[in-house]
């Protein structure tokens, strides 16, 4: 027996790696508020990925306390540089400030995935990837961002490495799914454990 689960998060990206291996989602944004969640989080020593998480668990946990019964999926991701957890940049400056930030530095992506049931969570998952930039002169960074535009603001890298994003790098270590926002093979395999899909 198959189900149709719940996507908590308003991601495109997320919903059509979904999509793709044949898991169609009803999409149900979260109603949260992230900063407020992390703020909580000051000065418990929390890691980048351990943010993640706790992230994703809130979405999930809120959207199927709203869904009685029905199988959700949370989801969330960190960019840290360092000891440094950064945020999606606020404006086109943020973001060129962003991509000066991470020139010819290696960061980390923490993609984190929950499923909850009846606002409990009974299953998590973080990927992480480690990228590393090649040393980016200002002049380029401006004429990148010309090209690409507004769109580098829906992550917080400033940059879509499934785009031309990918130019801005030397190294990659990590699979697809957990650099665009969801670690999609440990997710796929504990679906298919719970019978939710067929497999």
């Given amino acids: 027996m198959t189900e149709r689960i719940v996507l908590a998060s308003g991601s495109p990206f997320r919903k059509a790696m979904l999509d793709a291996a044949g898991v169609a989602p ?28 706790i992230l994703a668990e809130a ?22 540089l360092g000891d440094e957890l950064l945020h999606k940049p606020r404006d086109m400056e943020d973001a060129r400030r962003r991509l000066l930030a991470l020139s010819g530095r290696t960061h980390q992506l923490n993609s984190a995935a929950v499923l909850a049931r009846n606002g409990e969570t009974f299953w998590h998952h973080v990927g992480v990837a480690s ?11 401006g004429r990148h961002l010309a090209r690409v535009g507004p769109v580098v603001l829906n992550s917080v890298g400033a940059y879509q490495i499934e785009g031309e994003g990918i130019q801005l790098f030397d190294k990659v270590e990590g699979d697809h799914f957990t650099i665009v926002g969801l670690p999609l093979l440990p997710l796929l395999k504990e679906l298919r454990d719970l019978g939710a899909i067929d497999g």
């Avoid at 944004?29 to 998480?53: F, H, N, Y």
């Avoid at 809120?62 to 960190?78: A, H, N």
């Fill in 26 to 53: 009803d999409v149900v944004p979260a109603e949260i508020d992230e900063r407020s969640v992390e703020k909580t989080l000051e000065g418990t020593g929390a890691s980048p990925e351990e943010v993640a998480q």
């Fill in 59 to 80: 979405k999930a946990t809120e959207v199927s306390e709203r869904y009685p019964g029905r199988l959700v999926l949370g989801c969330d991701q960190t960019l840290s």
């Fill in 131 to 141: 990228l590393t930039m090649r040393k980016l002169e200002p002049a380029f960074i």
